[in-house]
Nanobody
């Protein structure tokens, strides 16, 4: 069974930093694009950042210059370094990725359980 598990969330003050991690575990043949999404109360889930298997990145305008997404293919892990945090960043952050469990399967889109980030003012 393949799964994504996020960690690193917590409570921080405005201007602080957090580093989120997402580890893919289980039977993994290959991993395609990985991304971080977030969902604040009363709002839809939105894309925060994504990174392709080749390292190409994309960021939401609201986090450009403050957040950095990266990946370690050897560890099947994607990271989100969050700096200069604002109260508006408060949300549950979810990891998303396309994963192949064998050469015979198509890429599956998986979601982690989420990790809560709270930025106090």
């Amino acid at each position: 069974q393949v799964q994504l598990v996020e960690s690193g969330g917590g409570l921080v003050q405005t201007g602080g930093s957090l580093r989120l991690s997402c580890v893919a575990s289980g039977r993994i043949f290959s991993i395609n694009t990985m991304g971080w999404y977030r969902q604040a109360p009363g709002k839809q889930r939105e894309l925060v950042a994504s990174i392709t298997s080749g390292g190409s990145t994309n960021y939401a305008d609201s986090v450009k210059g403050r957040f950095t997404i990266s990946r370690d293919n050897a560890k099947n892990t994607v990271y989100l370094q969050m700096n200069s945090l604002k109260p508006e960043d408060t949300a549950i952050y979810y990891c998303n990725g396309g994963i192949k469990t064998s050469p015979l399967t198509r890429y599956l889109e998986l979601w982690g359980q989420g990790t809560l980030v709270t930025v106090s003012s």
